[in-house]
C-alpha cells in the first residue's frame, strides 16, 4: 500500500507490472474524497503502449524509484479501452467498469459487506452509487491530488 507520505513522490515514477514490465509513468494520483486514500494512478504508457491508462492503486507498492502494481501488462492493457474521453477522473461509470478490468470492488462495497457499516455517512453525495442520475461526471468521489494540496 501507497502511504500517505508517499504520494506527492509518485508524479512521473515509472509503473512497473508484478513481473517487472514497466508500462508508463504516473501522470495524476486520484483519491478517495472520504478517506483521502490513493485510488488510482493515470499512467502515461511508453510509446509502444497503449496510451493513458487508470491503474488501481489500493495494493500498489512504492519501491525504491518506481511504483509496482500487482498486475500484468495484459490486464493494464485490457483497461485501456475504458474510454475516459480524455478526462483527468473517471466518471462513476467510468470507474466500475475500471474496477471490472482489475478484477476489484467498489472500496464503499467491500466496507459496507465486511463491517456492516452504513457508507453513505462517509459520501458525500448518495446519488454516486445510483450513477448519479445521468450526472455522474459531476458527483464523482475522486479528486486529484493536486487538488488537495491547493
Known sequence: MISQEQLTGLARQPVHTADGVKVGDVVDILLDDATGRAEWARVRSDSSGPGDVFVPLREAVHVGDHVRVPFDRATIEAAAKVDVQGRR??????????????GLRDIRE???????????????ADGVRAGAQGQEEARTRLRLLQDDNA
Open 110 to 124: 467491500q466496507v459496507n459487506a465486511e463491517q456492516g457499516s452504513g457508507w453513505s455517512r462517509m459520501d458525500r
Open 89 to 102: 477522473i473517471p466518471s462513476v461509470a467510468d470507474e466500475a467498469r475500471l474496477f471490472a478490468c482489475f
